[in-house]
Structure formats: C-alpha cells, structure tokens
C-alpha cells in the first residue's frame, strides 16, 4: 500500500508558475510510475504528465507540452510537477496518482490515489 499526498497548490495569476509535490509513504520500495492528473469542474479527470520509475521516460498532455515539466526524486519519495505560464485553462484540482510498475505505460491506470490539491489560475 502507498500513500500519496499531494502539496503545492494555490492561487496564482495568468503567466506566473506554481511547483506541485507528490510525497510517497508506506510501500516505496516497490518501483512505480507517477501521473499527475487534473480535474475541472464539469469535466473529466484527465492525465496531464507521467514519469517512470527511474526518471528517463516522461509523458506530457499536448495542453502542456512546453509549459509543465514532470520529474522525480526517489531518495526523497517525492515526484514533483513544474508549472510555468499558467492559464485559467489549467485551474484544476490536480491529483496524482501511482501504478506499481517500472515502465511508464500510457493509458496510466493507477492504483493509488492522492486527495489532490487545488491550483487557481486568475488574475
């Protein structure tokens, strides 16, 4: 079992940049990859950017290619999701979720879940 909690979210105004933490505890010496999803109200939750285990092989939604970069760092457990020029399209409630498994594999269906953390986007 692993436990996810995520941390970093908030307020922030159109072009500013905003880092999400991903901080993981009970199983972490399994391997596994790492999504960050996000959710709108109205809208389906969907993936915005996945890493494997070891940090070579990334996945970015093409709404945030160029602007988001996922990474990891597994001493510390934590993956971590930085946002730069941030739109009101990216307010979100972002979650991020985790699948035991060393490769990254797209679709993410992941086993465990964080609450999620709120990120507001508005001047």
């Known amino acids: 079992q692993v436990q996810l909690v995520e941390s970093g979210g908030g307020l922030v105004q159109p072009g500013d940049s905003l880092r999400l933490s991903c901080a993981a505890s009970?199983?972490?010496?399994?391997?596994?990859?790492v999504g960050w999803f996000r959710q709108a109200p109205g809208k389906e939750r969907g993936l915005v950017a996945a890493?494997?285990?070891?940090?070579?092989?990334?996945y970015y939604a093409d709404t945030v290619k160029g602007r988001f970069t996922i990474s990891r760092d597994n001493a510390k457990n934590t993956v971590y999701l930085q946002m730069t020029s941030l739109k009101p399209e990216d307010m979100a409630v972002y979650y991020c979720?985790?699948?035991?498994?060393?490769?990254?594999?797209?679709?993410?269906?992941?086993?465990?879940w964080g609450q999620g953390t709120q990120v507001t986007v508005s001047s």
């Open positions: 890493i494997n285990w070891r940090g070579d092989s990334t």
């Open positions: 979720a985790a699948r035991e498994s060393a490769a990254l594999i797209i679709p993410l269906k992941a086993k465990y």
């Open positions: 009970g199983r972490t010496s399994s391997s596994y990859a």
